[in-house]
């Protein structure tokens, strides 16, 4: 995958060098940058979640402190832990419509007031842990190296007007967007549910919230209402698995 995503950048530069107009040292640069893409370290992972977050909080609409959805949020996050596999978490609610939550490997965890008005806490506490999962069993990292191979290959693009350097604040957005809309594997959906499922355990949480969220989930799928957990395998077999480990205390 990491070969695969530099050489696709790297592929996109070389078309562009025949073109008239090519400015070639944002060429080399978004090559380099398709480079560092495939080989991102930890700590780059990082810092490019926080630029990613600081804008996706620019252009959300933040509830305040004294909103009962912070309150609730507040409790929630006091249940489930301060961080993420050392990661110090940084908890949120954005005010929209839209059911959805997400986290970045900074300790960035954003939940929408639309998925709280849908579900219990118990609820949103097996979704965040969810989200968690990703983070600390490194999905978000493998997310974060195909969301910026994709802004390299844009930025060669643009190479051919002169348009390069480094990342603008739409950027930054499109960046966090990616992130936010990742499409995780089935594999690792199944990974970051077991995840919640040790989590919640491991804190003294009910894990039936986990099973419920599942069930409510379910029901807007294919209705464009949510695009939580939409692949496979559908939320409703999520929600047999979780009930089978509940079942045998496992």
Known sequence: MKLRSALVAFAVANALSGCANIDS????????????????????????????????????QIAPADSPYTQRLNKIAAALGDNINGTPANYKVYITKDVNAWAMANGCIRVYSGLMDLMTDNEVEGVLGHEMGHVALGHTRKAMQVAWSTTAARTAAGAAGGIAGSLSQSQLGDLGEKLVNAQFSQTQESQADDYSYDLLKKRGIDPQGLVTSFDKLATLEGSHQSTMFDSHPASAARAQHIKERIASGK
Do not use: Y
Not at 25 to 40: I, P, V
Not at 44 to 50: F, P
């Open 25 to 60: 040292n944002a060429l080399m640069e978004s090559g380099a940058q398709a480079f560092q893409a495939a080989t991102l370290t930890n700590a780059q992972v990082k810092a490019l979640s926080v630029k990613s977050c600081e804008q996706m909080d620019k252009e959300a």
